[in-house]
């Protein structure tokens, strides 16, 4: 679970770790390179980029604060920062169940 000060680089070692998942084996699931994701976890990169992201939620079943949007995979890329990321919590579950 994300915490305060914490990086994406951080939260994604931690998620990947608690799965008994190899860099190798998350690497294949998001098409990204062994080494790119090296990158992220040890701080050496900004994070994923927006394609990148939202096959790391897919694959950790995180939420996204805001809808994805494919046009926003251009060829301009946009790095993102832990604040544009957040993590389930049971709340959202609630808020989402059915009156």
């Known amino acids: 679970m994300q915490t305060q000060g914490e990086t994406i680089g951080q939260a994604i070692r931690e998620e990947r770790e608690s799965r008994d998942w190899s860099q190798e084996h998350l690497a294949r699931l998001l098409d990204v390179s062994v080494n ?44 993102l920062s832990p604040a544009d990321w957040a993590m389930p919590s049971p709340a959202d579950d609630l808020a989402l169940a059915p009156a």
């Open 36 to 79: 790119t994701v090296r990158n992220w976890e040890s701080g050496r990169s900004e994070g994923p980029r927006h394609g990148e992201l939202l096959r790391l939620c897919d694959a950790f079943d995180w939420l996204l604060p805001w809808a994805p949007d494919d046009s926003r995979e251009s060829s301009t890329a946009r790095y």
